[in-house]
């Protein structure tokens, strides 16, 4: 069963005798050929070291580090979680004074795991920060100090973010890319003079003030929505450093985005003043803007512009205009796009479809996202992936189609698509929708942890609590939830509050207090809200 993963045979057999009495083999059939299978069959899995080998497997946005190195992790984290709003300094302290802690051999790989897992926490972060620095053998690299840097600018933590920053140069590991996440967290705070003055002292730490470097500062700002300070600096800066294209893109979607069409279009005008042509990605940033304000003659007078200029759309450029007219003005008017794109001879990609299969299933016009999927593609060449197949069972989900989407979702299969998470989460919601709880959320999470090997994630796992909660099925809930702690995965709050209250209705009293032992443990993971 899904949801005991490591744990031991006795709560293996209690989770069959609650959710499958009756074992039925699904190998080789789709649910839907099946309708007489009630309680299709799911293997346990059979021991933690196995998901364990599995679950490293899948952590593809993780350092990869071995076994030793995740025991010595979780030493670590358990060590830090055991105290209450210490200081960086405690957390130093205590990590020295803990035998668990003392024989650990501090690698890279455990360093920037570590750091990457400690949410908010900026003061265990620092603390392991400091502590990691005073073990033998232990040298931090650029990656790291970057990571730390970021963590105490997200935190307002700015006094100790450019102490670190001084730090690294004495180390002389000091880069522009360090420099550019302190102007984007200075900016990100509102603090926009501190980010210039940063930009100013680059001369103090052995760093060139250029173009690339301008062009951070200036993008930083605009970004921040603080696009006329940018040229205000630009306007100061230009004598001393040469703009390049990128400088006056910067603009071009600074002003678009505080929807400041015609300052954009003028920028446009300086940049070829500096001998620069506009690119079809400049052309595409007004042209999302002009969806954005419902300006769709504008549109089709630019496109115009751009052919009579020799700069041609490609198929990103009506790709942007479709997507950003399905939102402005409804998908009917995002479809006209592509008969100007037909026309315009520009060949669809595997991108373009994908979009157009959304807008088209979103529209109600199912047959025709079908006919695209089945026919379009394959006729031009264009072979589906991931995201093809994701946004056709999504739109058979959306409108309860769940028969289709499975027929996708078998397609996929037997064309060597691998599934994700995301293929799974409009099944599973329709499932939960329709109050199928057991037969066929069993099926779909037979594949996602028994054959695709896929962890579960923070919104899988609130997906599901919430869902079954719904179903009235809070004893499976309630065991989600616990592997959902034991993979240190921070609960939302509306999550186990729904829980707990589920479980105080039904006088489930064992449960309401483990329930709130394991939001007691989950304290130290991190926050969600």
Known sequence: MFVFLGRNQG??????RIFFPKCCSVIGLRYYDCPSISHPSVEVLASATSYQDRHLCTQASIVSFGLEEKEAARRIRHVISRMCNGTVEDVVKRLQHYQDCSQIQISVSLVESLLGGFGDDWKSAMGFFRWAALCSGCKHTLRSYNKMVDLLGKMKQFSRMLELVSEMREEGIITLETFAKVM??????GKYEQAIEVFNDLDSFGLTKNTEAMNILLDTLSKEKHVETAREVFLE???????????????VHGWCKANRIDEAEWTILEM???????????????LEAQCRNRSVHKVYELLDKMHAEGCIPNVVTYTIIMHSLAKSHGYEAALQIVDRMN????????????????????????????????????????TPDLSTYNTM???????????????VLEKMENASCVPDLLTYTPLLKLCLKKGKTVDLLSFLMNDIVNKYHLSLDLATYSLLIHGLCRAGKTDWAFLLF????????????RTWKLLLKEAEQKSMHGTVERIKELVKQSRHFGCSE
């Open 11 to 16: 709560v293996f057999r209690k989770a069959r």
């Open 237 to 251: 800066l230009k004598s001393k450093i040469p703009p390049d294209a990128y400088t006056f893109n910067i603009f």
């Open 393 to 407: 069972i999504s739109a058979f989900c959306h409108h309860s189609c769940e028969k289709e989407a499975l027929e």
């Open 343 to 382: 026309a315009s001879g520009c060949k669809p990609d595997t991108l373009f479809y994908n979009s157009l299969i959304y807008v088209l299933g979103r529209a109600g016009r199912l047959s025709e996202a079908s006919r695209v999927f089945e026919m379009d593609m394959h006729r031009n060449g264009v």
């Open 482 to 493: 616990e592997e959902m702690i034991n993979q240190e995965i921070v609960p939302r709050n």
């Open 184 to 189: 984007r967290r200075f900016t990100g705070a």
């Open 272 to 286: 070829k003043g500096y001998g620069f042509r506009p690119s079809v990605i400049t052309y595409s940033t007004i």
